[in-house]
């Protein structure tokens, strides 16, 4: 997605929406990014936040290749952005560790926010996403991890949990860790549905990276207890080894209503992928550390969209109530989720109700704006400490 005014393949760009005639006193925000996926969710979801802040101008260095050279794409934008304007703040957008210390040596003593969002420490230890190797390293890439939080004047994450992980692990204090949702892409006529037919196959959606955190295990085991109705399961995401243990998984627990592609348009997706789902799995299901910690982008992109979402419970306050806004299962439980499926599929006259109210909850709690207005005061902060710096 392009915003309005970058300039596309070189990053660096005017302002974005909400830099008014007295841009020379607006508050410039440069944002970096170096990663794999330029247009993640998360980098939309700030981008957006930052595009509606009055008086905040946005200059953005990113790259658009997604291999090695994105380093270097992001390098040249950066250098472009600093001969342009001298941004007051920057912000180093998920998943730029690789690119922190030189962004942190850079900018000198220019305030710095750091959207840590996941913790590659938790994913390597807690989740055990690369297996023997991925634990071996830990201890390592939990000092590194440390070592760029601490140099960091603002962290942000999703939750608070999250929020609360972080100051424990890593020895922040509450003041520095800010709590901001994923977000979603909002479509601009959010308010029209796709009539789906009260009977017929019923079909559930679930799309991701197949992470430990996502609980795929978990779903398989569930769609094995509902063979005796026609719930279609949808799968997309994962590599060429997550299609091929799906397969496994599925032949060898006989369970043939299923499809799996590896990839979708994320434009397909939000268009026509979730509105002619019946229902979605919005997660977590798989009752690790971090995702006892998390709502998944998932779960936002689908409440957004008016769709009834099955959400896996976290220990925080957010608003989600069983049958009413989701269907809430605990975490870690085939039995529940299988039932929950069940019940919506005996039930599909409630779930346009239920999506109504989850996309209610998601615009109070959840979306872009709710980003806006926890990040605006701490960049404002932020600025402040600059003036103060700045006074003789």
């Known amino acids: 997605m392009a915003y309005p005014n970058e300039t596309p393949a070189q990053g660096a760009a005017a302002a974005l929406p909400g830099e008014g005639d007295n841009s020379d006193r ?7 990014l170096s990663y794999r996926e330029p247009h993640y969710i998360r980098t939309q979801s700030l981008l957006q936040a930052l595009a509606r802040m009055p008086g905040v101008r946005v200059i953005i260095a990113r790259n658009t290749s997604k291999g090695i050279w994105r380093y270097f794409e992001t390098w040249r934008a950066l250098r472009r952005m600093r001969a342009m304007s001298a941004p007051d703040i920057y912000i180093l957008g998920f998943r730029g560790h690789e690119f922190f210390w030189p962004l942190r040596l850079l900018i000198r003593k220019t305030h710095l926010v750091f959207d840590a969002f996941m913790s590659p420490y938790a994913a390597l230890y807690e989740e055990n996403k690369a297996g023997f190797v991925g634990r071996l390293i830990a201890p390592l890439i939990y000092r590194l991890e440390r070592r760029m939080l601490q140099q960091a004047d603002l962290v942000l ?46 079909r559930v959606l679930f799309y991701g990276s197949f992470l430990p955190l996502h609980g795929v295990d978990v779903i398989l085991e569930a769609a094995s207890r509902l063979s005796n109705l026609p719930v279609f ?71 957004a969209l008016a769709k009834a979402t099955v959400i896996g419970r976290i220990d925080e306050q957010d608003g989600f109530v069983d049958r009413g806004n989701c269907l809430l299962v605990d975490q870690d439980d085939a039995v529940a989720l299988a039932e929950a499926i069940r019940w919506a599929y005996e039930n599909r006259s409630q779930l346009d109700t239920i999506g109504a109210c989850g996309r209610a909850l998601y615009r109070e709690r959840l979306s872009i704006d709710v980003i806006a207005e926890r990040l605006l005061p701490a960049l404002r902060n932020l600025s402040e400490t600059n003036a103060e710096r700045a006074t003789p």
Request: hydrophobic fraction near 35%.
């Open 26 to 32: 607006d508050l410039c925000i440069g944002y970096v």
């Open 233 to 303: 399961f949808d799968f997309i995401g994962g590599n060429l080894k997550h299609g091929r243990w799906l397969r496994d998984q599925c032949e060898r627990m006989n369970i043939v209503r299923y499809t799996h592609r590896a990839w979708v348009p994320f434009e397909e997706l939000i268009s026509n992928e979730i509105p002619r789902t019946n229902l979605c799995l919005g997660g977590p299901f798989g009752g690790t550390p971090q995702a006892r910690r998390v709502v998944t982008g998932k779960t936002s992109q689908c409440l």
């Open 157 to 202: 994450t999703d939750t608070h949990l999250q929020v609360q992980y972080f100051v424990d692990t890593f020895a922040l204090s509450h003041a520095k860790v800010c709590s901001l949702p994923v977000g979603a892409i909002e479509t601009e006529d959010d308010t029209k549905t796709i009539p789906l037919p009260d009977a017929g196959p019923f």
